[in-house]
């Protein structure tokens, strides 16, 4: 992939500024604070995105530090890229709320759907940009940092490609893990528990034992109850009748007691119903009389009478008939009456003003009788609910009365029987001091049992608490034996971490040891041509005398050092894909000469380099070795 131009349509201090670069060596010239940073975080945003953080985070996030200065809304850019031989563009919206990313086939006019885009890209993700094409300086870091940073850069890559993993982190936390679950499941306690569980199944057998005994007292102890039973009911089959004579002649004398006392609240209640009749009737006769209806024979009279009225409107409307068929008549025997005189219109005048008095009086009469026999039927039907509801409490009072002479009648007749009962004689033998003995015997037998029998729950309980304890000891020693299987399977894990970092050092080491020399030979013009990573990921460089540990260079020779890792790391992720490789103040730590050989291999061997740079001296050296290059100054 070469990067062909940018557009910034809107991107920190940038409207609209578009930069182009070309294949070779490109030199982005700036002072500070000119926007080399910003330029080369739009490139890094428009392959992977910028998302805000959330919190106290998102107030120096990278998208809040290049929003747009003006019209922040439109935050978004352009760029295009060649990638075996084919132009796309890629369009990327960075708006937290339109975030938007489309990448357009130029060649043949049509945009590229996820997979294809996945396929362009081939792997290259942010971590893997960070850690091959994208390289910054560390000249800031100490001597000793800088070889912890040849160092875990080298156990990264040799442990994947995306070099996020960290070797040693990993086989930390497999140890961290290990001891957590030691420490949970307390796996040095295995003996201990398994001699708590032999312990106690012995307690468990001998309460056992101890039951055992306590079932043959409790099994001795029920024959003497047997026998004592058997003596209680010789004497009890001889009491039997007297016994039975009792029992009949308490329950009969408890029966009539109860029956006296039961009919004496009958005749009390009925007496009570009786009286709350009597009154509900002289309340209902009061309202009979008020209605002057005062029996159901008058009240049928009146029904009879209303049913049969005479209607008188109906002979004031014939009257009214009549009338008007005289006037009429009138008219049409004499048509001479029209002449409007005086005794014409008598002659006519008085049977017509008779019709419309009759009719008058025929209407006021009509509405009259309306009301009058609506109002007498109401009073008809109120007066029959009540005569209704007066046979009702004849008939009630009635069945009363009757219920209550029978009640009286049986009180009688049971008073007399528990007389004769209470004078009847009763006598037996009475075994009952002997039948005493025997159960305070018995009783004294019982208890003994029962407390014998007390203390086998007791232990039959305490032998389920302990086979609780046992069951929970099993679980334990279940979970200590899970956790022992744990336990060799991270420490099988962690075998197989470390035999496969030893095969990924011996295989991808050796690529990147070879990469990473040449190219350190290279831009060292041949000082330095072996970059040596040994077990114990430690990295030194053989010179043409001696094998040399980092922590011996100098900064230089370490920024150099770390530049041929990323270059050989670029080489053996992308294999034979074009690349741009990016250089952000790369070369400050240089001194001129390495400067100027590395630029020289760079702007004859690789595929595209951008060099981001405060400093004229870039510019400078490759005028002074004559190299082909692109130069864009910042404003």
């Given at each position: 992939?070469?990067?062909?131009?940018?557009?910034?349509?809107?991107?920190?201090?940038?409207?609209?500024?578009?930069?182009?670069?070309?294949?070779?060596?490109?030199?982005?010239?700036?002072?500070?604070?000119?926007?080399?940073?910003?330029?080369?975080?739009?490139?890094?945003?428009?392959?992977?995105?910028?998302?805000?953080?959330?919190?106290?985070?998102?107030?120096?996030?990278?998208?809040?530090?290049?929003?747009?200065?003006?019209?922040?809304?439109?935050?978004?850019?352009?760029?295009?890229?060649?990638?075996?031989?084919?132009?796309?563009?890629?369009?990327?919206?960075?708006?937290?709320?339109?975030?938007?990313?489309?990448?357009?086939?130029?060649?043949?006019?049509?945009?590229?759907?996820?997979?294809?885009?996945?396929?362009?890209?081939?792997?290259?993700?942010?971590?893997?940009?960070?850690?091959?094409?994208?390289?910054?300086?560390?000249?800031?870091?100490?001597?000793?940092?800088?070889?912890?940073?040849?160092?875990?850069?080298?156990?990264?890559?040799?442990?994947?490609?995306?070099?996020?993993?960290?070797?040693?982190?990993a086989l930390t936390s497999l140890d961290a893990e290990r001891k957590e679950i030691i420490s949970e499941n307390k796996v040095g306690s295995k003996e201990s528990v398994i001699r708590d569980m032999e312990e106690t199944a012995e307690e468990i057998e001998m309460s056992k034992r101890e039951q055992d005994t306590i079932i043959s007292e409790i099994?001795?102890?029920?024959?003497?109850?047997?026998?004592?039973?058997?003596?209680?009911?010789?004497?009890?089959?001889?009491?039997?009748?007297?016994l039975e004579e009792m029992t009949k002649y308490s329950a009969r004398k408890e029966n009539l007691y109860n029956e006296i006392m039961q009919l004496n609240h009958e005749i009390d209640k009925a007496s009570r119903t009786l009286t709350e009749i009597t009154a509900q009737k002289g309340e209902m006769e009061k309202q009979l009389e008020s209605k002057g209806i005062p029996t159901r024979e008058v009240m049928e009279r009146v029904s009879n009478a209303l049913n049969k009225a005479t209607n008188i409107p109906i002979v004031f409307a014939l009257i009214t008939v009549v009338c008007l068929g005289c006037s009429i008549g009138m008219f049409m025997a004499n048509p001479e009456l029209l002449d409007f005189s005086s005794k014409g219109i008598l002659k006519i005048g008085i049977p017509a003003g008779l019709a419309l008095a009759f009719l008058i009086a025929t209407i006021v009469k009509f509405f009259m009788n309306v009301k009058s026999k609506e109002r007498l039927a109401e009073n008809l039907k109120e007066t029959k609910l009540i005569m209704d509801k007066l046979d009702a409490l004849n008939n009630e009072k009635t069945y009363t009365e009757r219920q209550l002479d029978n009640r009286r009648a049986n009180l009688s007749v049971a008073k007399e029987s528990l007389k004769n009962l209470e004078e009847s004689e009763l006598s037996s033998d009475d075994y009952s001091e002997e039948i005493k003995e025997l159960d305070e015997e018995y009783a004294a037998l019982k208890e003994k049992i029962g407390k014998e029998q007390g203390v086998l729950e007791q232990k039959q309980e305490q032998d389920i608490e302990l086979e609780k304890h046992i069951e929970n000891l099993k679980a334990k020693l279940q979970s200590i034996k899970n956790a022992e299987i744990e336990i060799r399977a991270l420490e099988n894990a962690k075998r197989e971490i470390e035999e496969i970092a030893y095969e990924v050092r011996n295989s991808f080491g050796r690529r990147l040891?070879?990469?990473?020399?040449?190219?350190?030979?290279?831009?060292?013009?041949?000082?330095?041509?072996?970059?040596?990573?040994?077990?114990?990921?430690?990295?030194?460089?053989?010179?043409?005398?001696?094998?040399?540990?980092?922590?011996?260079?100098?900064?230089?020779?370490?920024?150099?050092?770390?530049?041929?890792?990323?270059?050989?790391?670029?080489?053996?992720?992308?294999?034979?894909?074009?690349?741009?490789?990016?250089?952000?103040?790369?070369?400050?730590?240089?001194?001129?000469?390495?400067?100027?050989?590395?630029?020289?291999f760079m702007a004859e061997n690789l595929d595209q380099v951008i060099v981001f740079s405060c400093h004229t001296r870039e510019k400078v050296m490759a005028d002074k070795l004559g190299l082909d290059y692109h130069l864009k100054k910042l404003d």
């Open positions: 992939m070469i990067i062909k131009d940018i557009r910034l349509i809107n991107f920190g201090k940038f409207h609209d500024t578009e930069i182009h670069f070309e294949r070779g060596l490109n030199i982005v010239y700036g002072e500070n604070e000119a926007g080399k940073t910003t330029i080369h975080t739009f490139i890094r945003g428009m392959l992977f995105g910028i998302d805000k953080q959330r919190g106290k985070a998102s107030g120096k996030d990278t998208y809040t530090k290049y929003e747009p200065w003006i019209n922040p809304e439109v935050y978004r850019g352009m760029m295009r890229v060649e990638n075996d031989g084919k132009d796309y563009r890629f369009e990327r919206n960075f708006n937290k709320n339109e975030k938007s990313f489309r990448v357009i086939d130029e060649d043949l006019g049509r945009e590229l759907d996820d997979n294809e885009i996945k396929q362009l890209f081939r792997g290259l993700d942010e971590s893997c940009y960070y850690n091959t094409i994208s390289i910054s300086q560390i000249g800031s870091a100490t001597d000793k940092e800088l070889e912890n940073i040849l160092k875990n850069y080298a156990a990264n890559l040799g442990s994947t490609k995306s070099m996020e993993i960290d070797m040693k982190q099994d001795l102890d029920r024959s003497k109850e047997a026998e004592l039973l058997a003596k209680k009911q010789d004497l009890a089959g001889k009491d039997a009748v007297r040891n070879e990469k990473a020399s040449y190219y350190m030979s290279k831009i060292t013009n041949g000082k330095y041509n072996n970059i040596v990573i040994d077990d114990n990921l430690n990295v030194s460089v053989n010179g043409r005398n001696a094998l040399i540990s980092s922590f011996k260079l100098s900064k230089g020779t370490v920024e150099q050092i770390y530049m041929a890792l990323r270059l050989a790391a670029a080489d053996i992720i992308f294999e034979n894909d074009t690349k741009p490789i990016l250089l952000d103040d790369t070369f400050a730590m240089y001194d001129n000469k390495r400067m100027g050989n590395t630029m020289k």
